[in-house]
């Protein structure tokens, strides 16, 4: 599936979170998604998610925004920034509560727990996890529809070693099967040797919009081409 933005656009009073962006993400490559605290990466994810409603332009799955599907865990799948389990929810009966009503079989639930790494804590409150579980139940539920888009927001923050390698292998696979996969993150070192596309924006604007190579070209690192791309855009 083909993510499509059009001069997507949010403003919140004063602020200009998202400036007329405009741009594709293509499935069978990981796309991620960079820029400095407050660029706008969130609020661009949110957007695509039908979770802030644009202040003009659109974000569009395939040529229809995300509420026209039926299903939607089903087509994305999708970890943000805040906790979205209830804390007195075990991860099993939340990830359940989730399948149900998106019409997902339950044994998915413990197949995608697994796969997180979760097994052992599935039958605990959510409120006592750590921030890693907490973020392994994030990314449990994005795959529990088997969706063709992933949107993972900055879903490394908090995981220790395994973790990282983990979602390293898992999104790298994801894109080999075809999937759109966008992930947010500040670990450009991981976004090196995990990324195939960049897009980088900051002020809500976009700075770079091309495959991994051709932003590493001329420089050391990411991390070197980045603050070359967004110089005079981290956070005033
Ligand atoms: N609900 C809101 N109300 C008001 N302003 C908001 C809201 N959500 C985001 N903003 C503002 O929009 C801008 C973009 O925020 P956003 O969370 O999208 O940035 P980000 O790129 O995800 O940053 P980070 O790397 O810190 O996660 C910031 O100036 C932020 O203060
Ligand atoms: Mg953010």
Do not use: C
Request: charged share 25%.
């Amino acid at each position: 599936m083909l993510i499509t933005l059009e001069q997507l656009t949010k403003r919140f009073g004063a602020t200009l979170a998202v400036d007329r962006l405009d741009l594709e993400v293509r499935p069978g490559r990981v796309t991620g998604f960079l820029g400095p605290n407050g660029a706008g990466k969130s609020t661009t994810l949110r957007m695509i998610l039908g979770l802030d409603r644009p202040t003009s332009g659109r974000a569009l799955l395939d040529g229809r925004p995300y509420s026209a599907y039926e299903w939607p865990l089903r087509k994305v799948g999708a970890l943000l920034e805040a906790k979205a389990a209830h804390p007195g929810r075990t991860g099993r009966d939340h990830l359940r509560a989730m399948a149900r009503s998106n019409g997902i079989a339950p044994g998915r639930v413990d197949e995608v727990l697994e796969m997180a790494g979760l097994g052992g804590a599935a039958r605990k409150r959510s409120g006592t996890y750590s921030l890693g579980m907490g973020q392994r139940l994030g990314i449990a539920g994005a795959l529990l529809g088997d969706p063709p888009v992933l949107i993972l927001d900055e879903p490394v923050n908090g995981l220790d070693p395994d973790g990282v390698r983990w979602i390293r292998g898992l999104t790298r696979d994801l894109a080999a099967e075809g999937r759109t996969v966008l992930v947010s993150s500040h670990l450009l070192s991981e976004m090196q040797v995990t990324a195939d596309h960049l897009i980088v924006i900051g002020h809500g604007r976009l700075l770079a919009d091309a495959p991994l190579d051709r932003i590493l070209a001329g420089h050391a690192s990411l991390e070197d081409a980045y603050y070359t791309l967004t110089d005079g855009s981290a956070l005033r």
